[in-house]
Structures are given as structure tokens and as C-alpha cells.
């Protein structure tokens, strides 16, 4: 980060350079007074510049960070500075967060000091999201030589299976039951994995998401989510998604199923639906020149027992389950349908508390920023 460009951040060069850039930024004072945040910064301390710029680097931060000490050091010897993987902690967001924070001075005549801050959490989710669309893809090669190769030999030793009840002893059906019903499961299962297969281009519009939620949340309580407390945050003024209403809604049903499921032991269970606008999320996509922005976060939450963390990394790709007599296909199918619709989806999970968080594209011409805008939260 040039400190030319931060040499005066009230010009609007440098402001449309700041307000233009993912990563959130603090400009602060020789004291650690904040002096300026950006869009990126505005949305990963969930206040506005008004709100911030009334505070310091050590009422936000949590006490003993190393971030301070880092502000500290760089605005003393007047040299840029970099810490990896520092967990930030905050009073206005309650978890920590792993990030990469890089500070540097704006001038050699006073101690300001720049503070830019990357996400670890999310670039390395959405790493591994790419990893787990490789590995649907694997699947996807995988299901057209199931069907091939191993569907139509199952339709004959089910039919064999079918003749046999018909024809042996009756202490013996049993047995010849089991091998149908078993094909049978085998043959769905084989269907399940060859929905990855479908490169068919999908119908999508623009779609209000809450119309979704409330559908799925509908079909849910008379369902599997029958006698589960249900908890909404929505955002009304959220833009439109540009997407397939029928997937939306299986997304959602299959992530509150899950859910339901884990929450079978819980005393009082709960899920927690969430949406909001969170400006500052961007990915690169093959083929497209721009980055992609992903302003639609919609959160399902619930208070089960957590995700093993052995399982955590790898809870997208095809085959892993927590579930005892689970395929290990629908989370997968899941990411797949979100990576469809131009999307990424995490999972952070701790005993007590599981939030599956989606990240979406508004619909194109759905939000604009104004041109005279002073604070507004869409990059």
C-alpha cells in the first residue's frame, strides 16, 4: 500500500482509491484515533464512519492485540510492518477472526498509520470452496460411468431378486427382499450423484430472497423442523438475487434439515435465520475479468452440538458425513448449487452454535450506488 496515495485521505482521489478497495482499511492518528474507514472496513465492524471515527484503535480491537502493538511499532520507527494470521477480536462482532494486517505510515512528519486488514477466514474458505467444486467435478466424471457401467447390471439382479420372491421357500424371501431393497438404495444413490452430471443451463431471475426463506421455513416447520424454535434477522431493503427459485429452496430446506437433524439432542433447539448487505466480499472468477462482488450474506444458525473439527474443513466434498447412515452427497450438492449460481458458502462451528453462511451476487441493475453518495456500503 502506497503511502503517496494516503498522504491526504480527505482528497477524493484518495477516497474513491480507499472506498474502491476490498480489504478494510483504518486511517489512524498518532494517538490510535481512527480518522477515516473505508466501505470494507464499515462492514467488517458492522459501524459507519461516523460511528467509528468517534473511537480508537484500542476501543475497537480487543485488549492486548497484537495489532495495537503492531500500530505502535510502525508509527515509532516510521517502517512498514506485516503480522500473518492474527486473530482480531472486536467488542462489535463477537467471534475472533484470522487475519493478515499490514500497517504502514502515511508521512515521515507525524505518526498516522495506515491499517489494512485481510481476512484469513474468508480467502481461506473460499480456497477451499474452489477445492471442494474440483472434487464435484471429480463426481460429476465419477456418476456418468456409474450409470453406465454399474445401473444397468442392478436392473437385472433386481429383477432376478423380484423372481426369486415368487418362486422360493418362504423362510427364504427375506433374503431375496433384502437384495431388491438394497439395489434399489444403490440405484438412488447413484441418482444422487448424477445430479452433479447436470450442466444444463438453469432458468434463474430475480428472486427475493426472504420469499425463499419463508417458503423453506414453511415447508420446514410442518417437516423436519417440526417443534424447532425459529429466530428471523432479515434485512428488508436487500437487492434481488439473479437466481433459480426451485434451487434456492433446496439449498436452504437441505442446510435446515441438516440442522434439524443435529439438533435432535439439543433441549431447546433453535434456528436462526439471518440476511444482510455485506459490501467487501469479492472472488475472481475464471474467465471474467472483474472480480466478482458477493453482497448477499444469508446465515442459517443453530444451537446443536457443532461440527466435528476434523470434519470441518472437508464438510463440501462429495462422500464426507457426520451421519451414521449418511451418502456424504448433500452438503456437496449444496456447494455445487451455490457455486452455480456464482456463489460461495462456509461453515464455522463450535459446540453450542453451527452458522452455515452463503454469499450471493445481486441481481445486475438490482442496487446502484448514488453518484453524490457520501457513506453508502456497496463497493
Not at 459501524?47 to 510502525?74: C, H, K, N, W, Y
Amino acid at each position: 500500500m502506497s503511502s503517496a496515495v494516503l498522504m491526504d485521505v480527505d482528497s477524493l482521489p484518495a477516497r474513491a482509491v480507499l472506498q474502491a478497495l476490498p480489504q478494510p482499511i483504518l486511517v489512524l492518528d498518532e494517538k490510535r484515533g481512527i480518522q477515516f474507514v473505508n466501505y470494507a472496513a464499515e462492514a467488517f465492524f458492522g459501524g459507519s464512519m461516523s460511528v467509528l471515527t468517534r473511537q480508537t484503535l484500542d476501543d475497537l480491537i480487543a485488549f492486548g492485540s497484537p495489532i495495537i502493538s503492531l500500530v505502535e511499532t510502525v508509527s515509532q520507527r516510521r517502517a512498514p510492518m506485516t503480522e500473518y494470521r492474527v486473530r482480531v477480536g472486536s467488542s462489535r462482532f463477537g467471534d475472533e477472526r484470522i487475519a493478515d494486517v499490514f500497517a504502514t505510515p502515511i508521512s515521515d512528519t507525524d505518526g498516522r498509520v495506515a491499517v489494512l486488514i485481510q481476512e484469513r477466514t474468508m480467502a481461506d474458505k473460499i480456497d477451499r470452496q474452489m477445492v471442494s467444486r474440483g472434487a464435484a467435478r471429480s463426481v460429476t466424471g465419477l456418476a456418468s460411468m456409474l450409470a453406465h457401467e454399474i445401473k444397468n447390471p442392478l436392473s437385472g439382479i433386481r429383477g432376478a431378486a423380484q423372481l426369486l420372491e415368487q418362486t422360493i421357500a418362504a423362510d427364504e424371501v427375506p433374503l431375496a427382499r433384502l437384495i431388491r431393497e438394497e439395489t434399489d438404495r444403490i440405484v438412488h444413490l447413484i441418482d444422487r450423484v448424477e445430479v452433479f452430471g447436470d450442466e444444463r443451463p438453469m432458468e434463474r431471475e430475480p428472486i427475493n430472497i426472504h420469499v425463499v426463506l419463508d417458503r423453506v421455513k414453511l415447508l420446514a416447520r410442518n417437516g423436519v423442523a417440526r417443534g424447532i424454535t425459529f429466530h428471523e434477522e432479515y434485512d428488508p431493503s436487500l437487492p434481488p438475487v439473479f437466481g433459480n427459485r426451485d434451487q434456492l429452496i433446496q439449498i436452504f430446506l437441505n442446510l435446515i434439515k441438516n440442522a434439524s437433524e443435529a439438533l435432535e439432542r439439543t433441549p431447546k433447539p433453535e434456528i436462526k435465520l439471518t440476511t444482510a448487505f455485506r459490501p467487501g466480499i469479492r472472488i475472481s472468477v475464471a474467465g471474467v475479468a472483474e472480480r466478482i462482488s458477493l453482497p448477499l450474506e444469508i446465515v442459517i444458525e443453530d444451537n446443536g452440538p457443532g461440527v466435528p473439527p476434523d470434519i470441518l474443513p472437508f464438510l463440501f466434498d462429495p462422500f464426507v458425513t457426520t451421519k451414521t447412515n449418511g451418502s456424504g452427497l448433500g452438503l456437496a450438492l449444496v456447494a455445487k448449487i451455490v457455486g452455480d449460481h456464482g456463489g460461495v458458502i462456509d461453515c464455522d462451528s463450535r459446540p453450542g452454535r453451527t452458522r452455515f453462511r452463503i454469499l450471493l451476487p445481486v441481481a445486475s441493475g438490482a442496487f446502484q450506488t448514488p453518484a453524490d453518495a457520501e457513506e453508502v456500503s456497496p463497493l
